[in-house]
């Protein structure tokens, strides 16, 4: 029997401290890309790929993420008595209904796996899909979506994989390839931040992922590992240790690290020029340093 994947783990527990002072009391997650939150993003990314219920694994001082997605009732009320529908509607679309989503607390930095154990309760004996909102990806068909309909031939655990430069494989958990088969990855192994010059590969596991229940199992050891972290890359490395295969999925769309101020800047421009009422101010603009600058120089 085919199992279809409805819930979704977003861990946005992280202190953010790259982003001080602003994330002093601003939340990352809802730090904005031109006009929406980078969790606004994930959300839509995981709506599209037909997930029905949201896990945010959260930390203290992040009620502000949690009032993001309440209703609003004042502020739609103004905006209805001002005849702004277009506004409305916008504002509607980022309401959840009440069940549809949930909030757990990682009280400890513990590292990624901890953060996805922390919901285990709420996610049963199915599998689960889980979304870093820090990457942010463009694309025609939502990421996850691709994902969803590769799992849907596989029913085995997926992990979106990105070919990265092998002076930056230090910085990634990498995969170990049994087959290339394309877009879909076989996998012996999964290492997580190799050290210089003992990479596998150059395909990196990035921000996307779509797990078994048995990764989960594997979490409960608790066990320790690059960074002295609970390592999500080592529980689903142990589960295909214990038979079950672990594919890496090369998505169709441009990846934004959106966790370092870099990557931050890069996908607010890039999602600014994909805007047709923004483009032009901002492409002249653009134009105007660039023309400057080579003319200082």
């Known amino acids: 029997m085919r199992t279809k994947v409805t819930k979704a783990i977003f861990p946005v527990a992280g202190l953010g401290t790259r982003f001080l002072p602003a994330t002093k009391s601003v939340p990352k997650e809802i730090m904005t890309l031109v006009d929406r939150p980078l969790v606004q993003y994930a959300i839509d990314e995981a709506r599209a790929a037909g997930i029905k219920e949201f896990i945010f694994v959260t930390s203290r001082g992040k009620g502000a993420l949690e009032d993001y997605f309440d209703n609003a009732p004042q502020l739609e009320s103004e905006l209805r008595k001002k005849g702004k529908t277009e506004l409305l509607e916008i504002l509607k679309s980022t309401n959840m209904d009440s069940g549809e989503i949930a909030y757990m607390r990682q009280h400890k930095p513990l590292g990624l796996g901890h953060a996805v154990w922390c919901a285990r309760r709420l996610i049963a004996n199915e599998p689960f899909a889980v979304i870093l909102p820090d990457d942010v990806i463009a694309a025609e068909k939502p990421c996850l979506a691709q994902m969803v309909e590769a799992f849907e031939e596989t029913q085995s655990n997926i992990v979106a994989a990105m070919e990265v430069p092998d002076h930056m494989t230090g910085s990634y958990g990498i995969l170990d390839i049994k087959e290339d088969m394309g877009s879909i990855v076989s996998t012996k192994g999964m290492v997580e931040k190799p050290g210089p010059g003992t990479a596998p590969s150059n395909l990196a596991v990035i921000g996307r992922y779509i797990l078994t229940p048995t990764v989960l199992q594997k979490l409960n050891r608790k066990e320790a590992g690059a960074g002295?972290?609970?390592?999500?890359?080592?529980?689903?490395?142990?589960?295909?240790?214990?038979?079950?295969?672990v594919y890496g999925f090369r998505f169709q769309g441009q990846r934004f690290d959106c966790g370092s101020k870099a990557g931050f800047l890069q996908a607010t421009v890039a999602f600014a020029l994909a805007r047709p009422e923004l483009r032009d101010d901002l492409w002249n603009y653009i134009s105007?340093?660039?023309?400057?600058?080579?003319?200082?120089?």
């Open 228 to 245: 002295g972290e609970i390592q999500l890359t080592d529980a689903i490395d142990a589960a295909r240790e214990d038979g079950e295969e």
């Open 288 to 297: 105007d340093v660039v023309h400057s600058e080579k003319a200082a120089q």
